[in-house]
């Protein structure tokens, strides 16, 4: 009796002091995910009850040619991106790591546009990329180019967004960088004594040790490539319509129409069923991801 009692008094103590992160919790997580599953099934506009239509909204979602439109630029986009931030981030991480003078001060320069507001980097690079004005197309033309219609002509306005989201890949680049300090310094030398090159080392031994952090880096960037919003929200504002989509909605993407619907039109059970079927989008390809990632993620077991 008095060994339950000691356990029932400690059971209740860690329940205490668990009690402000599972009311958080609860509150903010749990129930808006369990309203948002409810509301996804309803006619619901926030300013009237909401109406039982059952799969009504995914039906008319499979209807919807704006809702293929955004989830083909976010495919689009995610593929692109995607590729690019792993490998600028691994070129990037090598030349950080060299031992150069200033080095502490090249790595600051790289990594200080990840910690300039979306939205302060987002204006600054619908200037840099206006077709009339901006510095990207006026350089282009000291070399003789002429520079594109960036956020005018549908064919070029995803490079704009995929080259304001590179913008801040030096956060990827300092966690490979931290990588790189972790691959043993002995094999190098092993490799260069029987003769390896460059990318041989890099193949045989830089990859195949930084290939779990690669992992990580793959799945953190699908899914944010998967739910941007921000860049191209800001590169398609204008100043008649804030929330635009761009020429021929070419910067329309999956996030940018569900918050259209939810906060312009006011389609709070048609966006409900988008964030849903987003996040089956998201598990799934998270899914494959990580079930590929058995070919070539090397770890102490493997």
Do not use: C
């Amino acid at each position: 009796m008095r060994m339950t009692t000691i356990r029932r008094r400690r059971a209740l103590t860690g329940l205490a002091f668990a009690a402000p992160f599972l009311m958080g919790f609860a509150i903010f997580i749990a129930y808006p995910i369990g309203a948002s599953a409810f509301y996804s099934f309803t006619d619901f506009n926030l300013f009237q009850s909401p109406d039982w239509v059952g799969l009504q909204n995914y039906e008319r979602l499979a209807q919807d040619s704006s809702f293929w439109k955004a989830l083909a630029n976010t495919f689009v986009l995610t593929a692109t991106g995607v590729p690019l931030s792993i490998g600028i981030g691994i070129a990037g991480a090598h030349l950080l790591n060299l031992p150069v003078r200033g080095q502490p001060l090249f790595r600051a320069l790289v990594y200080l546009p990840t910690i300039v507001p979306v939205v302060v980097g987002g204006y600054l690079w619908r200037w840099m990329l206006n077709s009339q004005y901006g510095f990207i197309n006026y350089f282009l033309g000291l070399l003789g180019i002429t520079g594109p219609g960036w956020l005018v002509q549908p064919e070029w306005t995803k490079p704009a967004i995929v080259l304001m989201t590179l913008w801040t890949v030096g956060g990827t680049m300092i966690i490979y960088l931290a990588a790189l300090k972790d691959v043993p310094g002995e094999l190098y030398e092993a490799a260069e004594i029987d003769g390896a090159g460059p990318f041989s080392r890099f193949l045989h031994i830089t990859w195949p040790t930084i290939s779990p952090v690669t992992l990580f880096q793959v799945i953190v960037n699908v899914i944010a490539w998967l739910q941007i919003f921000t860049q191209p929200y800001l590169l398609a504002q204008t100043r008649l319509n804030n929330a635009s989509s761009g020429p021929g909605e070419s910067m329309l993407t999956y996030a940018m129409y569900l918050f259209q619907n939810a906060f312009s039109f006011l389609k709070m059970g048609y966006a409900s069923a988008m964030a849903w079927i987003l996040f089956l989008l998201t598990l799934a390809v998270t899914l494959v991801i990580l079930i590929g990632s058995r070919r070539w993620v090397h770890d102490g077991a493997r």
